[in-house]
T-cell receptor, first 112, second 112 residues
């Protein structure tokens, strides 16, 4: 089945630094989504991407749908302590499955 | 507030006991999902329901059963709990296949 390789697995950064994480697959995806999970909570949708090459921002977050449709990245600029959490990528594989495929997550720690 | 509501939030079971995790959404979504989250494993799909009246197995269905009671409610049942089922369980819903999921806040289950 389709798999998403998300990297890095974890990141330890200083407040104010920029962060970049990505997801790749050997399969083509029709949709890419990025979620954030705060400690003790469920994942919350941050950004949804529906078109190859699409670049979308949500405040300090920017995500792109790769042109090959096999990858996506998420950037966080000027990190702050509340950015701490686990970030998941997810995608809808080509072929019309109703189920999203999730990456294993990137755990972000921000040191004040 | 609109969204996905899961009950209970915490539960401790003895090995062999049974229980049902409840999930309800008030967004008129067609599709609903049950995931489990374990450290380092990301989100793994247990069962899903693409629409009212249908259910299908996901990646890790063994030891679980589900019921799509109506469009709003999707329950997960553990017939004979095992320590390997200690996990955090998330319910999610989506309006149509491939769209972003809305997650509940989770049920933290410990089987001793």
């Amino acid at each position: 089945g389709q798999q998403l390789n998300q990297s890095p697995q974890s990141m330890f950064i200083q407040e104010g630094e920029d962060v970049s994480m990505n997801c790749t697959s050997s399969s083509i995806f029709n949709t890419w989504l990025w979620y954030k999970q705060d400690p003790g909570e469920g994942p919350v949708l941050l950004i949804a991407l529906y078109k190859a090459g699409e670049l979308t921002s949500n405040g300090r977050l920017t995500a792109q749908f790769g042109i090959t449709r096999k990858d996506s990245f998420l950037n966080i600029s000027a990190s702050i302590p509340s950015d701490v959490g686990i970030y998941f990528c997810a995608g809808q594989p080509q072929g019309g499955s109703e189920k999203l495929v999730f990456g294993k997550g990137t755990k972000l720690t921000v040191n004040p | 507030n609109a969204g996905v509501t899961q009950t209970p939030k915490f539960q401790v079971l003895k090995t062999g006991q049974s229980m049902t995790l409840q999930c309800a959404q008030d967004m008129n979504h067609n599709s609903m999902y049950w995931y489990r989250q374990d450290p380092g494993m990301g989100l793994r799909l247990i069962y899903y329901s693409a629409s009212e009246g249908t259910t299908d197995k996901g990646e890790v269905p063994n030891g679980y059963n589900v019921s799509r009671l109506n469009k709003r409610e999707f329950s997960l049942r553990l017939e004979s709990a095992a320590p390997s089922q200690t996990s955090v369980y998330f319910c999610a819903s989506s309006p149509w296949r491939g769209d972003g999921y809305t997650f509940g806040s989770g049920t933290r289950l410990t089987v001793v």
